[in-house]
T-cell receptor, first 113, second 115 residues
Framework: EDQVTQSPEALRLQEGESSSLNCSYT??????LFWYRQDPGKGPEFLFT???AGEEKEKERLKATLTKKESFLHITAPKPEDSATYLC??????????????FGTGTRLKVLA | GAGVSQSPRYKVAKRGQDVALRCDPI?????LFWYQQALGQGPEFLTY????????KSGLPSDRFFAERPEGSVSTLKIQRTQQEDSAVYLC?????????????FGPGTRLTVL
């Protein structure tokens, strides 16, 4: 069964303390892996799309990497405004000829000043 | 430029009532998705439209859930005879690419509470 698992569930960091969030996936075929940020009471906000193993993308203090089994979201020198829930989603072919999206449960990040 | 909007933002329904949730996607976006997000969980896929065609409704939990996008722009998610387990945030997302291959732009969601 296809699934997406994110760890840790929650993470508290001091401002400036770098860390990584993990997204492990098991799917029949990866079409794309997406990272989103979600603030309380809002919809998810797109961060990155990764398509193949070895691919990396960066945006400000964030860097996403992808292997055949997992993706990491590295946060370098985080600031309090980086506090949010980070969601990982996988797009893969469905048996019906369509594509399915599976989201993980997210990592709740809190950065303390 | 306006993003994805959803209305109402909050809806309280008594068990058994019918509700209609509206999504206004970004103009010109081909793809439109509906998701259900329970508290503390990630979004769960409900249905997908490509223009006016509903290509995937495999995620709709029961036949009480119905979605439409008749002119390929605004979409409505209707839930008939609401149950308490329907309480959740309903998110709409749109994308300029087929199947949302690149990025999806999410609305703020409608929080549905069924009493």
């Amino acid at each position: 069964e296809d699934q997406v698992t994110q760890s840790p569930e929650a993470l508290r960091l001091q401002e400036g303390e770098s860390s990584s969030l993990n997204c492990s996936y098991t799917v029949s075929g990866l079409r794309g892996l997406f990272w989103y940020r979600q603030d309380p009471g809002k919809g998810p906000e797109f961060l990155f799309t990764l398509y193949s193993a070895g691919e990396e993308k960066e945006k400000e203090r964030l860097k996403a990497t992808l292997t055949k089994k997992e993706s990491f979201l590295h946060i370098t020198a985080p600031k309090p405004e980086d506090s949010a829930t980070y969601l990982c989603a996988v797009q893969s072919p469905a048996t019906s000829g369509t594509y399915k999206y599976i989201f993980g449960t997210g990592t709740r990040l809190k950065v303390l000043a | 430029g306006a993003g994805v909007s959803q209305s109402p933002r909050y809806k309280v329904a008594k068990r058994g009532q019918d509700v209609a949730l509206r999504c206004d996607p970004i103009s010109g976006h081909v793809s439109l998705f509906w998701y259900q997000q329970a508290l503390g969980q990630g979004p769960e896929f409900l249905t997908y439209f490509q223009n006016e065609a509903q290509l995937d409704k495999s995620g709709l939990p029961s036949d009480r859930f119905f979605a439409e996008r008749p002119e390929g722009s605004v979409s409505t998610l209707k839930i008939q005879r609401t149950q308490q387990e329907d309480s959740a945030v309903y998110l709409c997302a749109s994308s300029y690419s087929d199947w949302g291959d690149n990025e999806q732009f999410f609305g703020p969601g409608t929080r549905l509470t069924v009493l």
